[in-house]
């Protein structure tokens, strides 16, 4: 499976920006796909999971009310809206991917839970 991730870039505070991260390969093994974002100095963080099969979602505390994640099943790939932007929003942003079954959302929560990772965007909100 390979993940490719588009749409970052420079944005005011306040401003949206949708994330893209389109999946290939062997995407019928896929269980869910999240979002983490790694600022400069900090550690890579969760932002926003979904799981494949009904949709259902978590995200951050940090991000709530402000992002939202979604899917499209049949191009294979999940988007970041993310709104209300803060310049404590700027980091690179990585999405990946689960190909093993679970039985609870909150494994996509942990970078533990995934099994591929694209290359990063990288978001810069300025204030």
């Known amino acids: 499976v390979q993940l490719q991730a588009s749409g970052g870039g420079l944005v005011q505070a306040g401003g949206s920006l949708r994330l893209s991260c389109e999946a290939s390969?062997?995407?019928?093994?896929?269980?869910?796909m999240g979002w983490f974002r790694q600022a400069p100095g900090k550690e890579r963080e969760f932002v926003a999971a979904i799981k494949w099969s009904d949709g259902s979602t978590a995200s951050a505390d940090s991000v709530k009310g402000r992002f939202a994640i979604s899917r499209d099943n049949a191009k294979n790939t999940v988007y970041l809206h993310m709104n209300s932007l803060k310049p404590e929003d700027t980091a690179v942003y990585y999405c990946?991917?689960?190909?093993?079954?679970?039985?609870?959302?909150?494994?996509?929560?942990?970078?533990?839970?995934?099994?591929?990772w694209g290359q990063g965007t990288l978001v810069t909100v300025s204030s």
């Open positions: 990946a991917a689960r190909a093993r079954n679970m039985h609870s959302i909150a494994v996509l929560t942990i970078a533990a839970g995934y099994d591929y």
């Open positions: 390969g062997r995407t019928n093994l896929l269980y869910g």
